[in-house]
């Protein structure tokens, strides 16, 4: 596609469910990046994905967040039993090449706006 | 570990005049990049300017420029003849120049608004 594309654009869940976050990189795009967006603040880093491997899951707040990227492309967030300090925007962003290539930049989705009840 | 700080939760500039929007920057490594991102109320971060450390030229991007002060960590934002459609929260962020994950870690971001 021409963006990265994530879904759903909006999800309400209720205190304890589980919920998953999808984002559809760039065609092509090597690089995949999760951030975290609490109300007020800048995005904080989650997880990196090179194709299919992930390379970087230093930002995990807890063992309840789990994401996965099996055939390199499509790239999802899934969290369990969350809490309402989980409501955030999720923001996915791609990038052409390997993570040390600074000079490409990332190119970011709409992000996915998550409320916890 | 790096940090990034924007000092200025909201700023406010009038239709077409200049308005600067601050950020500063704690690094031990003497490589990396900076960038400004603007995040309109759709969300998604649009890429407005990018600063290499190795460059001493500030970089330029039509009404987009920066004040780049390695020495002071400074990486200052100047908007140029503001437009209505400027009205968005800007982030600072800094990426290192090399390392398997080139993650970015942005500040807090500054509101503006642009009035008539």
């Known amino acids: 596609g021409a963006g990265v594309s994530q879904s759903p654009r909006y999800k309400v869940a209720k205190r304890g469910q589980d919920v998953a976050l999808r984002c559809d990189p760039i065609s092509g795009h090597v690089s995949l990046f999760w951030y975290q967006q609490a109300l007020g603040q800048g995005p904080e880093f989650l997880t990196y994905?090179?194709?299919?491997?992930?390379?970087?899951k230093s930002g995990l707040p807890s063992d309840r967040f789990f994401a996965e990227r099996p055939e390199g492309s499509v790239s999802t967030l899934k969290i369990q039993r969350t809490q309402q300090e989980d409501s955030a925007v999720y923001l996915c962003?791609?990038?052409?090449?390997?993570?040390?290539?600074?000079?490409?930049?990332?190119?970011f989705g709409d992000g996915t706006r998550l409320s916890i009840l | 570990a790096q940090t990034v700080t924007q000092s200025q939760p909201e700023m406010s500039v009038q239709e077409a005049e200049t308005v600067t929007l601050s950020c500063t920057y704690d690094t031990s490594e003497s490589d990396y990049y900076l960038f400004w991102y603007k995040q309109p109320p759709s969300r998604q971060m649009i890429l407005v300017i990018r600063q290499e450390a190795y460059k001493q030229q500030n970089a330029t991007e039509n009404r987009f420029s920066v004040n780049f002060q390695k020495a002071a960590k400074s990486f200052s934002l100047k908007i140029s003849d503001s437009q209505l459609g400027d009205a968005a929260m800007y982030f600072c962020?800094?990426?290192?120049?090399?390392?398997?994950?080139?993650?970015?870690?942005f500040g807090t971001g500054t509101r503006l608004q642009v009035t008539l």
């Open positions: 994905f090179q194709n299919e491997a992930q390379l970087d």
């Open positions: 962003a791609s990038s052409r090449g390997k993570g040390s290539g600074g000079n490409q930049p990332q190119h």
């Open positions: 962020a800094y990426r290192r120049y090399t390392g398997t994950a080139s993650k970015l870690t």
